[in-house]
């Protein structure tokens, strides 16, 4: 078993996955994530990147490969030692904004810093900061159902902010909110993520958004790639061009 590298806060090594339906979703995937930087992992739909991203949140179990998190391998975790890594050292976004209906916006979040154990005053505190950064402060005692689908996903990246994770992992973050949002959206997490150390794994299939990454990875069918050119927003998805990584 190789330990993974001193320079990086996440690595994986030859990393498979295949579906119920027996299609591949990962093919021998290998990467390191430095930290603090902040990695794009782009590529058409189907091309790999949720799972990538759940596998190495440990949401998702590879069926062959190696995953470490700070010198710790991920991939010999029982599922409670997940869990709590999860709990305590990630940050997770989804595509979809997914928040708990019975409780206020500030509560929503709030709630993975009263999971670790934080007290109500001061998780409500770190939870209103971003609340405020990303302009949905004034939404803070509403309930979700009364949001638009563009303030929920904002809230979703404030809970995933708040707790100051080690490491977040965001599965295509704007695809909910409108183009004139999403910039000033990714400029927040981005700079928020820089100014506070956090190490993100970006998943996204929009060329602008991997453009504000430190680096990026490419996938196609399961596979790393050196190159994806992504088509414009207008033409039909799936369509790249690439070239096969040595």
Known sequence: ??????????????LHFTHKDGSPALSG???GVREGEILAVSGPRGSGKSTLLGCLAGLVRAQRGEIWFNSVPVHTMGPLTRERLRRDRFGWIDPAPALVPELDVWENA??????????????????QEWLER????????????DLTQSERQRVCIARALAPAPTVLFADEPT?????????????????????HGITVVLATHDAE???L???????????????????PATETEG???????A
């Open 1 to 14: 078993m190789e330990a993974q590298p001193d320079n990086d806060v996440l690595w994986a090594r030859s």
């Open 29 to 31: 995937v290998s990467l």
């Open 110 to 127: 709030a709630l993975p810093l009263m999971l670790r154990g934080s007290t109500r005053r001061r998780a409500k505190a770190a939870a």
């Open 134 to 145: 990303l302009d949905v402060g004034d939404t803070a005692r509403r309930r979700p159902a």
């Open 175 to 195: 695809a909910p909110l409108h183009r004139a949002d999403r910039g000033h959206v990714l400029r927040t997490l981005t700079t928020a993520a820089r100014s």
């Open 209 to 211: 958004t991997a453009a």
């Open 213 to 231: 990454a430190d680096r990026t990875v490419s996938l196609l069918d399961g596979r790393r790639v050196r190159t994806v050119h992504l088509p």
């Open 239 to 245: 369509r790249a061009a690439c070239s096969l990584s």
